[in-house]
């Protein structure tokens, strides 16, 4: 009854501008949106902002999560991506450590005052203020001392052309200007609580020219316990278990996870993301938008920018996951997952044949993604979820993936994208079948 008046009340287009850094079944949630029906999302900058602004508890600030109309706990969301655009025109970013004695644990979930838990005042994610710009700017609202979880060690600001298709950092001078009004450059919106990142003026990697291909790191469901929005993965979950703060989780609630903190870069324009629905509505949210990242990711950070971003949501009931499905533009599969064309399917059957052999087909590409506290646990936790998705033993997928497939690296310390040719039965069987012709093609030459 209930989940009937929802999809009556469900409405076409939910716009949203509001932000959290908590996710999971505390979250308020937007809509329904109907299934078949749009969100757009207006992201803010996800990570350095947030990093340096201590009342923030998650290092990320993401969106508010909408109800999807008809998604159960249970039941999957496919994000058909339709438009991503970027709104900064400028952003800083770099390597960080975390500054001793600013946090409990983890810089960035339990950032504090040191001078007001000295003074016996409240010192738990402390409001701050900016003064002026540079490295010290951040402020605590009570005492005034410099308050920050994390020191910028190498670190620069990058600006973007009209056309937001090509990036430079600029100058210590010109890094100076921008800081004086990083808010209008970083593209805050009215509700965003961060600090603008580019008021710190940081200007280390001078004159480097990069090409700009947008991404969102951040995109998916709610997790079905609360988590810092940050820590919604294998990798950056890990530092929650057994933490000092009040966000600590056991091995077994970080599997209640949805591992949408993803910063995979082709979660991009043109792609069909899947993700698990762990709570009734499933809460679709987005943030931490990145001009550029190259895949591992390895300064941690890359350039985080303000967006606008559309996707269209379908519901696949009965679809249990662990962890999204990646359908990427046809143009980011690596080599062995590509399509077939019908020449090549001509040719491998006539071997086939020739070998008293029946070809098995026809076969589509996915990415099963998965996560871990390292690369290895990461690789062998989407070996376990594609496995279990399709009906395989662990070393048929470790087989398929190595001869007509491959492991790509996602984000460092943890995140993948495994790969895999998957005969489209199988997929027929899951209810994805459709999505993947969509996206490839129908099979050519079978």
């Not at 350095?48 to 993401?62: D, F, K, L, N, Q």
């Not at 190498?154 to 210590?172: C, L, N, Q, R, W």
């Not at 991009?268 to 591992?296: C, E, F, N, Q």
């Not at 098995?360 to 506290?373: F, I, N, R, T």
Request: with cysteine; charged share 20%.
């Amino acid at each position: 009854m209930v989940q009937d008046i929802a999809q009556r009340e469900a409405v076409d287009l939910v716009r949203v501008d509001r932000y959290t850094d908590i996710v999971g079944p505390s979250n308020e949630m937007l809509g329904p949106v109907r299934d078949g029906g749009r969100i757009e999302f207006l992201t803010v900058p996800g990570c350095w902002g947030p990093m340096i602004t201590p009342s923030i508890r998650s290092g990320h600030e993401v969106s508010l999560p909408v109800r999807v109309a008809g998604a159960a706990a249970g039941d999957a969301v496919a994000l058909h991506i339709e438009e991503l655009e970027q709104t900064s025109r400028a952003t800083t970013s770099g390597t960080h450590t975390g500054w001793d004695g600013h946090y409990l644990s983890d810089p960035f979930v339990a950032g504090i005052c040191p001078t007001c838990r000295d003074a016996g005042r409240h010192f738990l994610y402390p409001d701050t203020y900016l003064d002026g710009t540079g490295d010290g700017a951040v402020k605590c609202a009570v005492c005034h001392s410099e308050v920050n979880p994390f020191h910028m060690v190498e670190a620069y600001t990058m600006v973007f052309d009209e056309e937001k298709g090509i990036g430079v950092t600029v100058s210590p001078e010109r890094a100076s200007e921008i800081a004086r009004d990083a808010r209008e450059w970083n593209a805050l919106t009215e509700h965003s609580t961060q600090h603008p990142i580019s008021a710190l003026a940081r200007a280390d990697l001078v004159g480097v020219m990069t090409r700009c291909r947008i991404s969102v790191g951040n995109l998916g469901s709610i997790p079905a316990i609360d988590l810092p929005s940050s820590h919604n993965c294998g990798d950056f979950g890990a530092f929650l278990i057994g933490a000092e703060h009040e966000f600590a989780v056991t091995e077994q609630q970080l599997e209640l996870r949805t591992d949408v903190h993803m910063d995979v870069d082709s979660v991009r324009a043109g792609a069909v993301l899947i993700v698990p629905s762990k709570v009734d509505g499933a809460g679709i949210y987005a943030g931490d938008v990145h001009a550029m990242i190259g895949d591992g990711e390895i300064a941690v950070h890359t350039t985080d920018i303000a967006g606008r971003l559309v996707v269209r949501v379908e519901v696949l009931k009965g679809l249990a996951l662990d962890g999204p499905i990646l359908l990427p533009p046809a143009e980011d599969l690596p080599f062995l997952a590509r399509p077939f064309t019908a020449a090549e399917v001509a040719r491998g059957r006539a071997l086939a044949e020739t070998n008293r052999t029946m070809l098995e087909g026809p076969v589509l590409p996915v990415q099963v993604l998965g996560s871990g506290p390292f690369l290895n646990a990461a690789v062998d936790n989407a070996i376990e979820r594609a496995a279990k998705l399709l009906g395989m033993g662990t070393d048929e997928v470790k087989n398929r993936g190595t001869i007509a497939g491959a492991a790509e690296i996602g984000r460092l310390p943890g995140f993948v994208q495994l790969n895999l040719m998957v005969p489209r039965q199988r997929l027929e069987i899951l209810g994805i079948a459709h999505l993947v012709e969509a996206q490839y093609g129908t099979p050519a030459g079978w």
